[in-house]
């Protein structure tokens, strides 16, 4: 999603030793997050990219967290396609490629193949979760906080990768990539609630907008009504389309 700049080289006589000693404090690249999020810094590909000017993209974004963590400092900040070396120089290490797993706290997504991510071909951000993430994005013209899920249907599903800190422990993997059948696509044109079950009486997931696109695969009956499923991270989250047609009935 950003301009691709040139990888700068380990320092002179900084090996796998040195790379070794680097210590990421994930809470504290998040609280950094946090602070941008809050000052309402704006998205662009062409200012500072990192926020210091009001300004920043996703991986500019992403970069002045994990220095703020303890990360090494670059005579640039990556790109979508650079960041995958500069998570390998610090501390983290390539955890799934484009299949199912559990998310967890500290966890990094690269949106877009290696060698096409440049622009805005690819996207970035981190997990605060196991289901939330938070990326700078043209979308919210800033920093905001989002349920992974969701993003990621709504991207199409792009090619992604995971990275995730040496030291954190892996998990059991669960299916987030959904059904194999062709997404179908809903515009809200009011604010409506995506729910855990078709049903009012379902606890809310998100709280969706005028505006907003959800991406579904099947449609059920509930309650006299018509209810989209979503595919989540766990399940499915459903939101109402519309009221049965009154010329006939559904059994």
Known sequence: MILSFRVCPFPKGQGLKEREKIKMNVNTAINHFENLRAKKITYSMYGSRTGTDGTGDCSGVLYAALLKGGGSTEKYPPSTETLHT??????????????????????????GKKGQSAYANGHT??????????????????????????????????????????????NNPITILGGKIKLKKYTLNGPVKLLTKPSNKGSLIAQMRKG????????????????????????????EIGAINPHGSIT
Not at 143 to 164: E, K, Q, T, V
Not at 215 to 230: M, P, R, S, T, Y
């Open 212 to 239: 907003d696109i959800i991406k579904f695969d099947n449609i059920v009956v509930a309650e006299g009504k018509l209810w989209a499923c979503q595919p989540r991270l766990t399940g499915y989250g459903y939101i």
């Open 86 to 111: 500069y998570l390998v120089k610090n501390g983290y290490q390539l955890h799934v490629e484009n299949r199912e797993w559990v998310p967890q706290s500290g966890d990094i997504f690269i949106w």
């Open 125 to 170: 951000g981190m997990f605060i979760d196991s289901k939330n993430v938070i990326h700078c994005n043209y979308g919210r013209n800033g920093i905001s906080i989002d349920d992974y899920a969701i993003i990621f249907l709504n991207s199409g599903r792009m090619y992604f990768y995971c990275y995730r800190l040496k030291n954190n422990s892996s």
